[in-house]
């Protein structure tokens, strides 16, 4: 009968030893390793995984100055377009006990001043802003409602869309001063033209890649900047560009003006 050591010997002994020693390789391989993976990572000193960056896109330069633009914050123009909701519903009355009361009627604060075609004269020899005007997409609206394709809401519409493809040149009416530019929260890229007559042209929807900036001096016919489509309240329109004249603080059908 073999005793408990024996026992043990036999069965295990030799396959114990082994194990231990494949063990032992395993272990002094995994070191060797590490300390490998360590060497390499010294050869590239100081270089981070994050500070390697590959450029997305390259930029294109334009062929005209670029204006920095300030970013949309509030609207630099105030927009007076009038939006109506329908009188309440009134109770069913006897013939006998109705009166009549005046038509229902837009705010005051809200009325837009429409000034007739004729008081255009002070723009006789203006140029059109595009070398085609003749894809209107939605005519002026001489101080009635119409229905804003975009929003759905009625207003007056104080200016004119003409189709155009992005990045038509655009181009001043008139002789005159860039009195402002900005990003408007609505109409977007906007410059406003001032004639120094009481005239006055705004040019909205338009790129960011434009000719001028504010205060320069332009003369009718200079390229202004490009057609655009950053007018988000007239994003659901083709391409184009929407353009406005007042003369004193009063809108003027654009289309009488250009020759």
């Not at 929003?151 to 038509?168: C, F, L, M, R, Y």
């Not at 320069?216 to 004249?245: F, K, M, W």
Request: with cysteine.
């Amino acid at each position: 009968m073999l005793k408990k050591n024996e026992l043990t010997d036999k069965h295990y002994g030799k396959g114990s030893k082994g194990f231990y020693a494949a063990l032992g390789i395993s272990a002094v391989m995994v070191a060797a390793a590490c300390l490998f993976a360590h060497k390499q990572g010294d050869a590239i000193p100081n270089v981070k995984t994050s500070a390697v960056k590959t450029p997305i896109a390259a930029e294109t330069p334009v062929g005209r100055r670029v204006t920095d633009i300030p970013k949309a914050t509030s609207p630099a123009y105030s927009i007076t377009s009038a939006i109506v909701t329908a009188p309440p519903i009134m109770e069913t009355i006897p013939a006998a006990e109705i009166t009549v009361d005046a038509p229902f009627e837009v705010a005051d604060s809200f009325t837009e001043k429409v000034q007739p075609a004729a008081a255009a004269k002070g723009l006789d020899n203006a140029c059109a802003p595009l070398s085609d005007i003749s894809g209107v997409i939605e005519p002026f609206s001489s101080g009635e409602l119409v229905k804003n394709a975009t929003t759905g809401t009625w207003q007056t519409h104080n200016g004119t869309d003409i189709a155009a493809e992005v990045g038509s040149d655009v181009m001043a009416v008139e002789n005159g001063e860039i009195s402002s530019v900005t990003n408007d929260p609505l109409w977007g890229v906007t410059v406003v033209l001032d004639h120094k007559n009481g005239f006055f042209t705004r040019y909205c929807g338009l790129g960011a890649d434009l000719a001028v900036q504010q205060g320069d001096t332009v003369s009718r016919g200079d390229i202004i900047g490009a057609v655009g489509q950053t007018a988000d309240i007239e994003s659901a329109e083709a391409p184009h560009l929407h353009i406005e004249i007042t003369h004193n603080g009063a809108f003027v059908d654009p289309m009488t003006v250009f020759k």
